[in-house]
């Protein structure tokens, strides 16, 4: 008889994106993304970090101070990152999931890439501007939010 206690497609994929945020050199939210066909083939992967060639340990990563002297001027979110890494790969009718609720200008790659689902774990800033776009424009461009439900299913890996 066939095993029963198996991980489902959604813990599958959410647990890759997960470990796949683990990747993250920022200190304070690592994310990761994993996109998915329809057949539930995946398709890239992705994290936050610095573009190819910014060394990690000459970047900044502060929060905070002049603008120039902080991550955000440089870092690549971890969904844009997994859609530049899928440049082969017809994304129409994907999903993505994310373990963090992608900001307004991910949301853009997100509809012009053609996935059409996000499935998100953490939301932590849906209150800010950022989110409040995103949502504005995947209501717009039809693609669908899915909040993740965590199943309680814990695992541990040896690595
Ligand atoms: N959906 C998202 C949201 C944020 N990120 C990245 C960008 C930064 O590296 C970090 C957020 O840093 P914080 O402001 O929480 O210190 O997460 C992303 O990749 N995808
Ligand atoms: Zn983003």
Redesign the pocket.
Known sequence: MKRTDYINWDEYFMGIALLTAMR?K?P????G?CIVSPENKILSLG???MPIGCDDDAMPWD?EGEPLDT??MY???????AILNSAHNNLKGARVY?T????NE?AKAIIQSGISEVVYYGD??HDSDSSVAARFMFKKAGVRLTPYTPSGRRTELEL
Do not use: I, W
């Open positions: 993250s920022d304070s939210s690592q994310v993304a994290y936050n970090g929060r991550k955000y870092v690549c979110h971890a969904e844009l990152n994310v963090l609720f992608p900001c991910c932590k800033y």
